[in-house]
């Protein structure tokens, strides 16, 4: 990881497909630069005047869209904003023919830029687009979530969903580069910002036992969002994700599947639970718990491993059991984790910590052992 004063450089190496994230503070006007910094790096991109094609959602376009925009058009770029409903359901088939019709309106070619300012939701929405308009698009991401600077920005997942499936259609397209700046999320809501905050716990337990000390020890500054603090949690979160998918960038040989901690049950629980009860975060925080201590019934680890991730999401306010109204049955939970697309042949595969900083791809877990620890989550809470 670079580093100046300001700004920290995280370089993904996928060869052609290789990427840098920046992540930096109060400099979006430096951004219409760096982007044709990168641009000027495409064999094909020859253009004096670069065209661009923005994508936002209602929230993010009034707060840093129109700013954005107005900087390139300064710049010099022959630049439009797309903007489509904030939501989850936005990221559709439909609203991706929106994005091509107003492509084929700016009589967009294969030098267009898209670029996507937004959470998640708008960059897996751009960059499906980006992927398969023309047979690609160049694409770059502008992240305004904590959950989309440590994770849907980084690895090159891109997608929408499918009535029956969520993310269901979709590419792999990798970014020309991705440019944080950790001051828009000073307007995040506390909720999107914890959200995030649980995969970047996630992190510390899966891969690196320092970085969750480093977190133990900065609850004060991570929750009043410390610029110096953010910088550092950012570029250290897309660092792990980074090297995880350098390893395994189409995910083939199944260590991609260790980012998936917490997420079998964090899946059962955002089904089951039905829109809004939890964040994706939250559940998150819970399903990690649960994976905890079932590697806890398997003698994996001893109860201090998941006493250290209770308090760590509990000081940063995050919930580590499914909250009082709530009530799921062991049963449900089950059946709905069964159908979960990362079972094998319906038997159920875990991924479980052996001690902070590390974890296990745990194939074939007794049915009954989980059963009993539903029981003992869900219904002794
Ligand atoms: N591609 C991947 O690898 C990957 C990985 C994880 C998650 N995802 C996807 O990411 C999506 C969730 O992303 P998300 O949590 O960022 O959701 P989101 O994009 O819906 O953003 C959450 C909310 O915050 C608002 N917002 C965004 N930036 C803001 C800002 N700076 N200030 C104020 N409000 C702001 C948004 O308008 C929205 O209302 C899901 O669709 C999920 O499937 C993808
Ligand atoms: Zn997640």
Redesign the pocket.
Known sequence: MKSNENREIVDVDLAERSYQIVICTDELSQFPAMARNWLDGLAHWKSETPSAMLIS????SG??GDSILKGLRDDGWQAELFTFE???S??SVSNTEKIYDALVDMQADRKTCIIAV???????LA?FAAATYARGLPFIQV??????DV?????????V?HPRG??LI?AFHQPLGVYIDTA??????ER?YR??LA?VVKYGVILDAEFFEYLEAHVGEINSRNPDVLREIVSKSCRLKADVVEEDEFERDGLRAMLNYGHTFAHAYETLCGYGEL???EAVAIGMIDASYLAEKMKRIDSHVIERQVKLLEDLNLPTTLPEDVSLSPDAVLSSMKLDKKTVAGKLRFILPSRVGHVEVTPDVSEDLVQQLLEQRLLQK
């Open positions: 959602d209602s929230h993010v707060l840093l904030a939501g989850e936005a990221k937004g959470g998640g939701v708008v960059g897996d960059g992240p305004t979530t904590l959950l989309a994770d849907s920005s980084v690895g090159g997942k891109v997608g969903n969520k993310n979709g828009c999320l000073q307007s995040l809501p999107d959200s995030g995969e964040t994706h975060g």
